[in-house]
Nanobody
Framework: QVQLVESGGGLVEDGGSLTLSCAAS????????MAWFRQAPGKEREFVSK????????YYADSVKGRFTISRDNAKDTVYLLMNSLKPEDTAVYYC????????????????WGQGTQVTVSS
C-alpha cells in the first residue's frame, strides 16, 4: 500500500522557519521524483519544489527560490522541505507528491499524493 505522510506543519511568525517531512512507503522511493506543492485558501494548487532522483537536481518556484530547500534521504524514504524567511503568503496546505518510474516512463504527472499538512504564517 502506497503512503505519503507529511508532517511538520504548524503556526509560525512572519520570518520564521519550518521543516516539513514526507515519509514514503509502498513504492521505490529512491527512483522517484519527489515534489512539494501547496494550496492556499481559494487558490489552485501550485508547484513549490521538486528533486530528481537520477542527478539530485532541484527546482523551485520563483516565489520560494532562495528561501526553501528540498532534500531527500533515500535510506529513510523521506523528503524534506526546509522553509526559511516565511511570509504570510506562504500560508497553505503543503502536499508531498511522487512521480514514480512508471509515471516517468509514461510521461505522466505525479501518481501519488499525501494528505497535506497545514502551514500558517502570521503577520
Amino acid at each position: 500500500q502506497v503512503q505519503l505522510v507529511e508532517s511538520g506543519g504548524g503556526l509560525v511568525e512572519d520570518g520564521g522557519s519550518l521543516t516539513l517531512s514526507c515519509a514514503a512507503s509502498g513504492f521505490t522511493f529512491s527512483r522517484s521524483v519527489m515534489a512539494w506543492f501547496r494550496q492556499a485558501p481559494g487558490k489552485e494548487r501550485e508547484f513549490v519544489s521538486k528533486m530528481n532522483w537520477r542527478n539530485g537536481f532541484t527546482y523551485y518556484a520563483d516565489s520560494v527560490k532562495g528561501r526553501f530547500t528540498i532534500s531527500r534521504d533515500n535510506a529513510k524514504d523521506t523528503v524534506y522541505l526546509l522553509m526559511n524567511s516565511l511570509k504570510p503568503e506562504d500560508t497553505a496546505v503543503y502536499y508531498c507528491a511522487a512521480q514514480t518510474v512508471r509515471a516517468q516512463l509514461r510521461g505522466t504527472a505525479y501518481d501519488y499524493w499525501g494528505q497535506g499538512t497545514q502551514v500558517t504564517v502570521s503577520s
